[in-house]
């Protein structure tokens, strides 16, 4: 089955809080599994990418948490700021290591109150 | 360096008719995907260019067809336009293992 099933659908936190999003797939082949921010208007902009090879990777605020045996992967925002809210999608892709063909989450729209 | 352009950013058309969406990937990307995303939901891949040949192809009947172009420009094609194509129209431009950059996308209306 090629998908991706992300939750939740929506989200509020407070500033400074944590974000978290999760994922989970089914597709045993895929290898690669970016998340993306999508503001209103604009096109998804990569945020931060996982290989299965590693459980955890992190970039300033943003990490993600990579469970191969679960089939799970989530987001974390530490700190979550104002200008955290957007749309986010995990994603994932299996087809020879090409970053086309992602497969993506339905989304989850974050809030972050002042 | 410029990203990945798309023209034009919103398009409304009439069922029945064919629309061409346009795209310039990113400088020293050689690959081009297409992704239709409609409201609410998350991108949908519809095909993916490279050395101007079809390399792979999502969920999506024939109607929908595209074009790569040897300076790695790309266009989509959608015939008898349906209310459904009604949607987000995302195109993303890679090189090998290099993730994918999206373009802000053609908003197409369907009336």
């Known amino acids: 089955q090629q998908q991706v099933k992300q939750s939740p659908q929506s989200l509020i936190v407070q500033k400074g809080g944590i974000s978290i999003i999760n994922c989970a797939y089914e597709n045993t082949a895929f290898d690669y599994f970016p998340w993306y921010q999508q503001f209103p208007g604009k096109g998804p902009a990569l945020l931060i990418a996982i290989r299965p090879d590693v459980s955890e990777k992190k970039e300033g605020r943003f990490t993600i948490s990579f469970n191969k045996s679960a089939k799970q992967f989530s987001l974390h925002i530490m700190d979550s700021q104002p200008g955290d809210s957007a749309t986010y999608f995990c994603?994932?892709?299996?087809?020879?290591?090409?970053?086309?063909?992602?497969?993506f989450g339905k989304g989850t729209k974050l809030s972050v109150k002042p | 360096d410029a990203g990945v352009t798309q023209s034009p950013t919103h398009l409304i058309k009439t069922r029945g008719q064919q629309v061409t969406l346009r795209c310039s990937p990113k400088s020293g990307h050689d690959t081009v995907s297409w992704y239709q995303q409609a409201l609410g939901q998350g991108p949908q891949f519809i095909f993916q260019?490279?050395?101007?040949?079809?390399?792979q192809r999502g969920n999506f009947p024939d109607r929908f067809s595209g074009h790569q172009f040897p300076n790695y420009s790309s266009e989509l094609n959608v015939n008898a336009l349906l209310l459904g194509d009604s949607a987000l129209y995302l195109c993303?431009?890679?090189?090998?293992?290099?993730?994918?950059?999206f373009g802000s996308g053609t908003r197409l209306t369907v009336v």
């Open positions: 994603a994932a892709s299996g087809w020879g290591g090409s970053q086309g063909n992602l497969i």
């Open positions: 993303a431009s890679s090189l090998g293992h290099e993730a994918s950059t």
């Open positions: 260019y490279y050395e101007e040949e079809e390399r």
